[in-house]
């Protein structure tokens, strides 16, 4: 869904899986991190990127697991340049369907490894349920209606590009 808007939006879409992808010559001096400073570095990478296209005047499309504290600086950020964060929770509510996606699904991201349904049941576990204002959608739902319900919800936060 994060490409698909991106693609609709004109806008970068950055994932987090890409970035971890790209990290991976690096793996060994990461894996010397405790879990916390792996985030706080894995979160402001991405901060860095949001912050390039602000200061471009032009929005940016986030894929990621985030914690409401990591979404409440990056709201902040959009504030201090006038735009506006629109947060979109995707969930599939069939947990056979979801799973099959997950353990069907080839992503081929260059120096990541692909995704199994162990890795989303540890994400679940680690990853605080979201509080924060959010659109959910369902990908139950047909693709179109998710990416319009997506579209409709950013345009009427006030589009996410800085005024």
Known sequence: M?????????????AGDW??????PAARA??????????????GLLRSLITRQLLLRQSAIVDCLVPDDVLDAWRLLAVDHQ?????????CTDVTVHRGRV??????IPGWHEVGWGHVQRM???VPA????????????P?????????????????????
């Open 19 to 24: 970035l971890l992808g790209a990290l991976k």
């Open 143 to 163: 693709v179109d209606r998710n990416l319009q319900a997506v579209l409709t919800y950013v345009q009427s936060a006030g589009s996410g590009i800085p005024r």
């Open 2 to 14: 994060a490409d698909l808007t991106a693609k609709t939006m004109a806008a970068p879409a950055f």
């Open 130 to 141: 979201l509080r924060t204002e959010r659109l959910i959608i369902d990908a139950l739902e």
């Open 30 to 43: 990461l894996a010397q991190l405790d879990r916390q400073t792996y985030l706080e570095l894995y979160h």
């Open 124 to 126: 679940r576990a680690e």
């Open 103 to 108: 353990e069907g699904r080839v992503r081929n």
């Open 83 to 91: 735009a506006q964060l629109s947060v979109v929770e995707c969930v």
